[in-house]
């Protein structure tokens, strides 16, 4: 009782006038107070809001002249025996075809054909509908008196016939619990009484006189939601500190490659899958992309005869293939122009950029997402350094439990996945390897380079607890202000 407002008091005492409950107009109160009231005393469980939907008509121009002049099918009534024509005559072919329309739908009239002529014959359901009210007519009446409890297949004949239009409103009732009525019985006084000091109030010493009111730290309080980045600039942004901290440069490329560094460069063959255009959009402006002609033809004899002992793929290189102008499908294209254009060692390089690729759009694949990719190039670079740093990456994500399974790819030799454990099951966040000589001896890099690339998007997914990928694209403002920090 102490931690209840005037206004809430008040309005206890006036759903007790109305003997419980009362729609917010019927309380003698402005009713945005009345709301404010009420929204506090439901959390303090003494009030119910109870709430439904409920349709209300309203007369158009056509209803308003049904409600003076009656159903036009009734002045059809009167006309036993007449000609269609003549009933055209009269009302206008228009409004004839109406009445008749009615008339014979409701079973009042039949159209009789006799010597080429069309007829009106009022059958005995029509004789008694001129002597009593239709339903159409006893809706207006209620319409028009402000009531709008009709019945509903009345109502929707009305409207098929535009006579009245049809709004939906909420209709609110607050309602007393068990314990507001405890509250009010008890006898509710309304007095005066402190609930905020000021500079002024303690300065005059009024406070002394006035009764402070008691705070309830328990009531409702709205969420204040501070303004964040949303969480996958949250992640990126951990994931650049993570690799500052271990010594990592960040490097970035443009989206647009040629097929020659983000395929042939690789020493990924010109018939493999991942080149068809249902895999990797292709572009039109411009469909190609120039390359350095003795670049090319290194590349070109590693595809064809190999190097180093390799025996390269045996099949006859298309340069012009090389040229084709796509969208990238991974970063592996920045860290092998960055190893050509930076051959001595050492080299410790990531990036965390978008790629393309042809995907059917589902809860777990999108075409555009991001990729972290990175290289150490050094000269005693080895497959257990690999896996230390990606163990290291992901215990600062947060991941626990990680594994590593042999995987196969066609620039890294040997290759893996990584896999975190995750509700009990294992998945996959991307992959990583040595180069293949192929790749890196055709550029003059001698030494080992480890590499890798891992997926933004599902490391998100479980980071946030979510089952569809798509929702880290949803401009959802609710789910975005209740995400924690990352």
């Avoid at 809430?8 to 006036?14: C, P």
């Avoid at 006579?163 to 939906?168: G, L, P």
């Avoid at 003795?294 to 595809?303: C, D, I, Q, S």
Wanted: proline share 4%.
């Amino acid at each position: 009782m102490e931690a209840l407002s005037p206004l809430e008091k008040k309005l206890l005492l006036e759903l007790q006038r109305h003997d419980g409950s009362a729609a917010p107009e019927e309380i003698d109160m402005e009713l945005v107070k009345t709301m404010n009231a009420a929204s506090w005393l439901q959390s303090k469980r003494l009030v119910n809001m109870e709430e439904r939907l409920v349709k209300e008509y309203e007369l158009t121009d056509e209803g308003r002249r049904f409600l003076e002049e009656g159903l036009p099918e009734k002045k059809l009534l009167s006309m036993d025996g007449a000609g269609v024509d003549e009933v055209e005559e009269k009302f206008g072919k228009k409004d004839a075809g109406i009445m008749i329309g009615w008339a014979v739908r409701k079973g009042w009239c039949k159209i009789i054909n006799k010597d080429g002529r069309k007829f009106i014959e009022i059958t005995e359901e029509g004789r008694k509908a001129m002597e009593r009210e239709q339903p159409e007519e006893l809706a207006l009446k209620e319409i028009a008196a402000g009531n709008h409890e009709i019945e509903s297949s009345t109502a929707e004949i009305l409207k098929k016939r535009r006579a009245i239009k049809e709004r939906e409103r909420i209709h609110r009732k607050i309602v007393l619990t068990e314990r507001g009525w405890e509250i009010v019985n008890k006898g509710i006084e309304i007095e005066e009484e402190l609930s905020q000091l000021t500079p002024q109030i303690i300065r005059s010493g009024e406070w002394k006189k006035k009764k402070f009111r008691r705070y309830d730290v328990r009531a409702f309080a709205p969420s204040i939601y501070a303004a964040k980045r949303h969480p996958l600039s949250q992640l990126i942004e951990k994931i650049r500190r993570i690799f500052a901290e271990m010594g990592f440069s960040e490097i970035s490329g443009g989206y647009v490659e040629s097929a020659f560094w983000n395929m042939d460069a690789l020493f990924i063959p010109q018939d493999h899958p991942a080149r068809d255009m249902q895999d990797t959009f292709y572009c039109k402006k411009p469909d190609k992309i120039e390359i350095d002609e003795e670049l090319l033809n290194k590349v070109a004899e590693v595809h064809e005869h190999g190097i180093d002992g390799s025996r390269g793929w045996q099949y006859s290189f298309d340069k012009d293939e090389s040229k084709k102008a796509l969208l990238r499908t991974h970063t592996t294209v920045n860290t092998i122009r960055y190893l050509y254009q930076n051959p001595v060692p050492p080299a410790k390089v990531f990036s965390i950029e978008r790629v393309f690729r042809r995907e059917n759009i589902d809860s777990t694949h999108l075409p555009e997402f991001h990729q972290i990719e990175g290289i150490v190039y050094e000269e005693d670079a080895n497959f257990g350094m690999l896996k230390g740093i990606l163990r290291e990456f992901y215990t600062r994500m947060g991941f626990e439990k990680i594994r590593f399974r042999p995987a196969y790819f066609p620039y890294t030799e040997p290759s893996m996945e990584i896999e975190v454990l995750f509700m009990g099951r294992w998945i996959e966040l991307g992959g990583s390897g040595i180069f293949r000589p192929e790749v890196t001896k055709t550029f003059g890099i001698e030494y080992p380079v480890l590499a890798w690339g891992l997926g933004l998007e599902r490391m998100a997914m479980i980071l946030l607890g979510l089952k569809d990928i798509r929702t880290l694209y949803f401009s959802d403002i609710k789910w975005l202000h209740e995400l924690p920090l990352l």
